[in-house]
Nanobody, 120 residues
Framework: HVQLVESGGDLVQPGGSLRLSCAAS????????MDWYRQAPGKQRELVAA???????NYADFVKGRFTISRDNAKNTMYLQMNNLNPDDTAVYYC??????????????WGQGTQVSVSS
């Protein structure tokens, strides 16, 4: 099985920055694409950014130019650098990994989420 643990969420003022981390552990064979999603109260979960194992990146329009996704394959860790945060970015941020564990089928795994709150 693969476990994903997010960290780095906090309360920040508008215009501030945060760096989220997502660490994968377990009997991992391969991690393919990793994603960041977010879910605000009363809203559906939405894709924020994605990164393939080769480093190709994709961003939602609402974060382009402000957020940067990256990963360290040696550490099985993904990051999300968030700059110029605004109140609309307030949400629980989740990481997801398309991965295969030893002895298991390839599937999607989710973390438990980390809260990001942007308020003055």
């Amino acid at each position: 099985h693969v476990q994903l643990v997010e960290s780095g969420g906090d309360l920040v003022q508008p215009g501030g920055s945060l760096r989220l981390s997502c660490a994968a552990s377990g009997n991992i064979l391969t991690i393919h694409t990793m994603d960041w999603y977010r879910q605000a109260p009363g809203k559906q979960r939405e894709l924020v950014a994605a990164i393939t194992s080769l480093g190709y990146k994709n961003y939602a329009d609402f974060v382009k130019g402000r957020f940067t996704i990256s990963r360290d394959n040696a550490k099985n860790t993904m990051y999300l650098q968030m700059n110029n945060l605004n109140p609309d970015d307030t949400a629980v941020y989740y990481c997801r990994a398309d991965a295969q564990a030893d002895g298991e089928y390839r599937t999607f795994y989710w973390g438990q989420g980390t809260q990001v709150s942007v308020s003055s």
